[in-house]
């Protein structure tokens, strides 16, 4: 039962970071972002509805950019952000 719920999760984040509109967000932010996610949290939501959710959490990570300068330090204390997802965006590869 666990793998089927591990597919169906993988699946659905992959169909999320398909949905994301071009110039919106970065599709591999999408997976980033749902990646560690338990399948009971997505389990209300769609492809959509998660490229959406995706879109203005990357919207938000723009708008600290613009603002402070942007330092991947002001997220590293979340629990949402994994240490690949800090990579990610300490990269630069993002922009």
């Known amino acids: 039962m666990a793998w089927r719920d591990d ?11 398909g949905s ?17 996610t338990n399948v009971e ?11 959406f959710l995706a879109e203005q959490a990357w919207g938000h990570v723009r ?8 330092s991947s330090a002001l997220l590293s204390s979340s629990p949402i952000w994994s240490s690949m997802s800090r990579s990610f965006l300490a990269s630069g590869c993002w922009r």
């Open 7 to 17: 597919k169906a999760r993988s699946t659905l984040i992959r169909d999320a970071a």
């Open 20 to 36: 994301v509109q071009p110039g919106r967000a970065p599709r591999s932010f999408a997976e980033l972002l749902f990646g560690y």
């Open 63 to 70: 708008a600290i950019e613009a603002a402070s300068g942007f």
């Open 41 to 51: 949290d997505l389990a209300n939501h769609d492809a959509s509805s998660l490229a």
